[in-house]
């Protein structure tokens, strides 16, 4: 299992080398563990996804 320090850096790299779609991404990858019954690497993804998550929230609302 992968610390918390660890996701985070892991977060941050995914959402250096994909940007906005870095989210997106984590949820993939999570969705391949989940189709492969992979339980701990689909728990390591979500939280990953959680932290990306929490770094770029979604935009509520209209646009300007």
Do not use: C
């Not at 918390?4 to 850096?9: G, K, L, N, S, Y």
């Not at 941050?12 to 339980?39: C, I, P, T, W």
């Not at 689909?42 to 509520?60: G, K």
């Amino acid at each position: 299992m992968l610390s918390d320090h660890e996701v985070e850096r892991a977060a941050a790299a995914l959402v250096h080398e994909f940007g906005a779609s870095a989210e997106f991404e984590a949820a993939k990858y999570a969705d391949l563990m989940l189709g492969q019954s992979n339980r701990a690497a689909l728990l390591v993804w979500a939280r990953i996804w959680r932290s990306i998550a929490a770094i770029h929230p979604t935009r509520a609302g209209l646009p300007n």
